[in-house]
């Protein structure tokens, strides 16, 4: 498993939108290259994939036993203000921000005008502005198709935070131990009251108007933590030298995810498919089923109504594990669908994969095959997460 696990790290997906830029760095990479990261092109972006003194599979294991910290900080974050600016995201995103408390954070879709997804993002509402995270590798295109909505939107500002402030992920069972170490003594019930999927400010390290929101991407309960960029390095550094705090690369990210049943954006989520296809109809309230009004909203809504012809599913198999184009075939043996995201799963030792099937064979319990070089490997539809949430 240790070597599978390791071979997994190359099917990182890796885009460069402009080859002849280089590579971009987080705030964090003098203090990766220090505790010995091995760095991918991510995006664009020179990212660390795994650490030589943990690797892959161990990297996997600390997020489920104590606590990893995986540095984000490519991700795009992105302020909007403005007084038209829910309206504004209720047109952009399918998202329901009128009846989001503040405070509370939102995992929603940007689609196109065919009902495809330009994007998947969370977005957190304040009484002052909205706080908008978007992934790194969609960045650009995102920004041009906000930008050129906000013509729509007189007074709508966007403002990007890469140049003020770092992001990281502490996940873990053992997180919010984690970072009660590093706030204030006082400050420590409320944090350990704090529920997933909401946002507070907490003075971390001695550095006030830090922005910690109780959520992540492992399936682990967790925080993501903006923090301003002058002091990220220190405040960092100083938290991966708490007891049983390790780093964790982009490898073991998405093997947890894929662990956890998310979705990973350019292989679950595409401009081609539907938030419907991918299994995502929970991000559609009642009320934005009912009144529409999103970009792409004829399309979506009337797939939740009659159905999609495909469907986002998840098994586990045995023997070589299935990537990305595995064609997925019915117990008769006609190609019904293929394999987007498959990987090695060290907390359940089998391998777990996510892809696309025609609908009538969506069916948790559904015989399938599944072409893994030349070998058609039996199994059946299975439902998700592979591994159970730990969200608090």
């Known amino acids: ?7 997994a790290v190359k099917n990182v997906v ?15 990479y003098e203090l990766h290259e220090r505790a010995g990261a091995k760095f991918i092109d991510f995006c664009g972006w020179e990212m660390p994939v795994q650490y030589k003194k943990t690797g892959v599979m161990r990297e996997i294991q600390e997020t489920r036993k ?11 974050q992105v302020r909007i203000y403005g007084p038209d600016r829910e309206r504004f995201i209720e047109r952009a995103t399918v998202v329901d921000i009128q009846n989001t408390p503040y ?17 998947d993002a969370v977005v957190c509402r304040l009484p002052d502005h909205l706080h908008l995270v978007i992934n790194a590798a969609c960045f650009d295109k995102d920004m041009t198709h906000l930008s050129a909505l906000r ?10 935070l890469y140049k003020t402030h770092a992001l990281v992920a502490v996940q873990g069972p053992e997180a919010e131990k984690t970072v009660a170490q590093m706030i204030r003594p006082d400050d420590i019930s409320r944090l350990r009251a704090q529920k997933f999927m909401t946002r507070q400010n907490y003075t971390l390290g001695g550095v006030p108007n830090c922005i910690v929101s109780r959520s992540g991407y492992t399936g682990e309960d967790g925080f993501e933590i903006a ?24 490898g073991a990210r998405d093997t947890l995810r894929l662990e956890a049943g998310l979705t990973l954006y350019g292989h679950d989520l595409n401009e081609d498919i539907s938030l419907v296809e991918s299994s995502l109809n929970w ?14 909203a004829d399309h979506i809504i009337r797939q939740i109504r009659e159905g999609a012809p495909i469907k986002r599913i998840g098994f586990i198999s045995a023997g070589a594990p299935p990537r990305q184009g595995a064609t997925i075939h019915n117990k008769e043996g006609r190609k019904i669908g293929a394999v987007e ?46 591994v159970p949430h730990h969200y608090k």
């Open 1 to 7: 498993m240790l070597s599978t696990v390791n071979k």
């Open 14 to 28: 890796s885009v460069r939108w402009n080859s002849t830029e280089p590579l971009k760095r987080t705030p964090l």
């Open 66 to 76: 104590h606590t990893t910290i995986f540095d984000v900080s490519h991700m795009g």
């Open 103 to 119: 405070g509370t954070i939102r995992y929603t879709i940007i689609p196109n005008e065919r009902g495809g997804t330009i994007d």
């Open 151 to 160: 013509a729509e939107f007189p007074g709508v500002q966007l403002e990007p």
């Open 227 to 250: 923090m301003p960029i002058k002091f990220a390095p220190e405040l960092v550094d100083r938290m991966s030298q708490l007891k049983n705090v390790f780093f964790a690369g982009l």
């Open 283 to 296: 991000t559609v309230s009642k009320r934005r089923r009912q009144e529409g009004g999103f970009i792409g």
């Open 341 to 386: 995201s498959g990987s090695p799963s060290p907390t359940i030792g089998k391998n777990v994969a996510m892809g696309f099937v025609e609908t009538e064979f969506s069916k948790a319990g559904t015989p399938i095959m599944v072409n893994v070089r030349g070998r058609m490997i039996p199994t059946k539809i299975t439902k998700m997460p592979f």
